[in-house]
């Protein structure tokens, strides 16, 4: 497997407000599925396989840690061996980045784009970067989990943020048990986030804001979070003793940690547990587009969702879909903390990123 890009670059969030660089989304019918879509092993498919197989290769962007890239896509080559898979990872907002300025310069490099920030989405959609595919999968999706009209884009996993801990360094009974208990001021120059590029991040401020006032985060600010671009840096140094606390922690990381034996704690505060979801989307004019249609076909299906749980310990919107790893907290037994008004949420990033980068003072 070809690794394309693996190093995370600086991107400003503002690129949100720049000029568009693509025309608008033309308006369009609603798309149906094909009459007779193909039977594979373990999923139907609209695309033509045996020109995907011609095409010979796929390309994803995407925000997950590059290993668990490596699965899913193995997962996928594994079935389709003809097809030779690649990927570039970067943060929601520098792969955002990158997508724009591509093509600005008329660059079309990426088949399957996959943004944990859901304003990113919106305004990619509007800026007509998404060709419409309805997938035969589209159905075991809640309408709130897929464009409108469907086939732009769908939420391929949930993520969500809560509180982690390494119990080694930490005794239970004084570990934070509300966000409000972050505020404490043992945990100074102890805690660690992720960098304003992420899209996690993001939700984790937009939904906490409303419900814990304005002056939280100021005095959160006080704590000297420490930022980081992956959650595998940010568990790395709570398992080390580098740091105590993870605020906005990703679930799916604390699986994988703890299935490697490592010493770590996750808390679920009572007020909840702010969520965004990773959609993917088939971006316009890319350049093997028959592969993209077969990806996302197996990809929204149970065994391309199993494949994506395996390897990168996500849970998927789907309800036939078990939670991953082993133990872990079902979807259901959560109270997630959604953004109700996505178009909102974009319009906010562009004041997070300015707000963050202060909070942490840019560190790393």
């Known amino acids: 497997m070809r690794l394309l890009s693996a190093a995370a670059t600086a991107a400003s969030a503002l690129v ?15 798309a149906k599925l094909c009459d007779k879509p193909r039977e594979m092993d373990g999923f139907k498919t609209c695309a033509d396989v045996d020109k995907a197989k011609a095409e010979g290769a796929f390309v994803l962007y995407s925000t997950d840690p590059e290993a668990g890239q490596v699965k899913l896509l193995a997962a996928f080559n594994k079935m389709f061996p003809e097809i030779k898979t690649s990927y570039v990872r970067l943060q929601a907002g520098a792969l955002y980045a990158k997508i724009l300025s591509e093509r600005q310069a008329k660059s079309y490099l990426v088949d399957v784009v996959q943004l944990s920030d859901m304003g990113m989405i919106l305004d990619f959609q509007r800026r ?10 589209m159905a075991a999706f809640k309408p709130e989990y897929k464009s409108k009209p469907e086939g732009y884009w769908t939420w391929g996993s949930i993520i969500m943020g809560g509180i982690a801990y390494n119990p080694n360094n930490v005794s239970a009974a004084e570990a934070p048990k509300k966000w409000e208990d972050l505020l404490d001021p043992k945990w100074k120059d102890a805690i660690n986030v992720k960098v304003s590029n992420s899209g996690l991040q993001h939700g984790v401020w937009y939904m906490l804001k409303p419900i814990l006032g304005d002056d939280y985060f100021k005095k959160f600010a006080e704590q000297k979070p420490r930022a980081f671009d992956s959650y595998v840096q940010q568990y790395g140094r ?3 003793g580098q740091d105590k606390i993870i605020m906005g922690a990703q679930y799916s990381g604390y699986i994988e940690f703890k299935a490697k034996g490592a010493p770590l704690a996750f808390v679920f505060p009572e007020t909840g547990v702010p969520a965004v979801p990773e959609t993917y ?32 310990l996500l849970h998927s919107p789907r ?46």
Do not use: T
């Not at 000029?19 to 989304?25: I, T």
């Not at 007509?128 to 999968?137: A, D, H, I, K, M």
């Not at 309800?319 to 907290?329: C, E, F, I």
């Open 16 to 30: 949100l407000c720049s000029a568009s660089l693509m025309a608008p989304a033309p308006a369009h019918a609603q």
């Open 238 to 240: 709570l398992v080390d």
């Open 281 to 312: 989307g088939i971006v316009s004019d890319g350049p093997h587009p028959n592969a993209a249609e077969l990806f996302m076909d197996w990809f929204l299906a149970p065994v391309g969702q199993k494949a994506l749980a395996d390897a990168l």
């Open 128 to 137: 007509g970067g998404f060709r419409q595919y309805v997938s035969p999968q």
């Open 319 to 364: 309800d036939d879909v078990p939670a991953p790893g082993v133990g872990s907290v079902p979807l259901k037994d959560m109270k997630l903390l959604f953004p109700a008004d996505w178009n909102a949420f974009e319009k906010d990033r562009v004041e997070f990123a300015k707000s963050w980068d202060r909070i942490v003072g840019a560190r790393r």
